[in-house]
């Protein structure tokens, strides 16, 4: 137990440049790949591959739980387990040099295929990981040599080491004897170290000229480099974000305005009722779900968008081909299939595009479809029922919002919008390509993950004001939110205070049937804790269930219920 103890400590400095070497050529890697595809990056790929794999409960879990953290947390736990495979590396390279070199390219190489094996990956994408092989590899031979130049200078075998060949050579050799007895501080550990001193140098090495550093100097050296090491990979890191923050937010596109522009929306309640949801969501607080660690970039001049599979004709449009055919825009509430009872996964925004029906007759639908297959520039894929093309609703390509491109979090240059279904079935970002098939041959991202096939969005209504747990001054106040039912609409809001009868709330402005209610409801509150809770009424008279459903398949169901303290 001493012994390990002792060996560990001893090796703390050995782990820490395996740490730092790893650092350093995971820095590298995403450095480059930010320049030319952030998605290639090391620690982006292993990432990405990881949710992927993920099974579905597990996912479940962290959305739950962690909510739009779930992607930090992810990278955090990504980046933990490979520095401590680090550390393993770097405690083995100090007497098994190959072995600890070993295990440093077999972590690169594990998020080299990550990299190439991702979906659209091309041959390409592995260059950041054979940057971070090349970079980690140099600093971890540079550490380990300074490491083991490191001793005193009366460590008579201490100097039979320094004379040998300078190049890590002893990456040739095998263990060399039992671990020496830890000293009482990390430098202290250092100068006791005596790695590689019980092997005779070879004769070759002599002719060469041997490291003249004195050990004191090497210290020195050693931590200066360890610094440099530590500030360059914090740069490279650094920059490397900033670079696909920048290149991810570019979308310099002219839009034409509708065929037939809409009426400008009316004035929500929010300018009445302070806390209650914008009508329109604006589009920087909009909510973002996807599987994406980093946005893609798309180049709109490179960009196309494909319509194939069981068609008459195929055909490709580019952006200005797309944008040239007739626009519509519609008032459209997205929501998300992940938003609990009273969740946030959920905006209304004004989308324009080209109506899905026009493209799909453009193509001529063959018999047998009965599924439209879209597929993003990263291979992400959705399956939407053919249906929602033919039974009226206006299902669109969208490359406009709140009279905007679309932002690079929202799916530029275009994306499908489809009234009625959550996003996950009919709402794909950076699309590029519209496949006509069956449901017997293909299956997307999300149905591979067991959610449900067809997703229409449950009807549901959210308390905005007063806020879960909040304590408000007693006397007249309003309660109010937002409720929803896209493609039937609101027919009435209600809300229920302390299990009180149903009291119907007053409907803000409609916007047609695939967009949110807002809706208030007077209150004279009296000091003392009160439950408040809330209800909607479909227009074909359907009222919001009480009955609990998780997210999971098919989307959340149930009554939002909250607590409020007046004073
Ligand atoms: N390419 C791509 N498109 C996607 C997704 C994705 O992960 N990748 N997520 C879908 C889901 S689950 C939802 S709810 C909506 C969210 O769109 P938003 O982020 O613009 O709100 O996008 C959909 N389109
Ligand atoms: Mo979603």
Known sequence: ??????????????????????????????????LLKPASSPVLAVGSTVIDLTPTPLKEYAVREFGTKDKPILLASVMAVTLLLAAVAGLLARRWFPVGAGLLIALVALAGAAAVTRPLATA?????????????????????????????????????????????????????????????????????????????????????????????????????????????????????????????????????????????????????????????????????????????????????????????????????????????????????????????????????????????????????????????????????????????????VAIGMNGEPLPAEHGFPARLITPGLYGFVGATKWLTRLTLTTYDDDSAYWTDRDWATDAPIKISSRIDTPKPLATIKDGQTVIGGVAWAQRVGINKVEVRIDGNAWQEATLGPDAGIDYWRQWYLPWD????????????????????????ATPFPEGSSGVQEIVVTVE
């Open 1 to 34: 137990m001493k012994r390990l103890w002792n060996a560990l400590r001893s090796g703390s400095p050995f782990a820490l440049a395996g740490v730092l070497a790893t650092l350093c050529g995971m820095a590298a890697g995403h450095l480059i790949a930010s």
């Open 124 to 396: 390409s994408d592995v260059v950041p990981s054979l940057v971070a092989a090349v970079v980690g590899l140099v600093v971890l031979v540079l550490l380990v040599r300074l490491l083991n130049g490191s001793r005193e200078p009366a460590d008579e075998p201490a100097q039979a080491a320094a004379e040998e060949d300078p190049a890590p050579t002893h990456s040739a050799g095998g263990p060399v004897g039992p671990s020496p007895a830890g000293g009482t501080g990390p430098f202290d550990v250092m100068s006791n170290l005596e790695p590689i001193a019980r092997r005779k140098p070879r004769s070759k090495s002599k002719s060469k000229s041997a490291p003249t550093a004195a050990p004191r100097a090497s210290r020195r050296t050693l931590l200066i480099t360890t610094g440099l090491v530590a500030a360059a990979s914090a740069t490279m890191g650094w920059a490397g974000e900033k670079i696909i923050a920048y290149r991810t937010r570019i979308g310099n596109v002219n839009l034409p305005p509708a065929a037939k522009p809409i009426a400008p929306l009316p004035a929500g309640l929010e300018n009445v009722y302070s806390g209650i949801s914008n009508f329109q969501t604006s589009t920087d607080r909009f909510y973002r779900v996807d599987i994406n660690l980093t946005l893609p970039v798309v180049p709109v001049d490179d960009w196309k968008l494909t319509i194939d599979g069981d068609v008459d004709s195929s055909f490709s449009l580019t952006f200005d081909e797309l944008a040239a055919m007739p626009l519509i825009e519609r008032d459209i509430t997205m929501t998300c299939v992940s938003n609990e009872v009273g969740g946030r996964y959920i905006g209304a925004a004004r989308w324009l595009g080209v109506p899905l029906t026009d493209l799909l007759d453009r193509a001529g639908v063959g018999s047998k479809a009965d599924q439209i297959l879209s597929t993003a520039v990263d291979g992400f894929t959705i399956s939407t029922p053919l249906e929602v093309a033919r039974d009226g609703r206006d299902a669109m």
């Open 525 to 548: 509150a009296s000091p003392g804790q009160h439950m408040l809770a809330v209800r909607a009424t479909s227009l074909d008279g359907e009222v919001q269930t009480a009955a609990r």
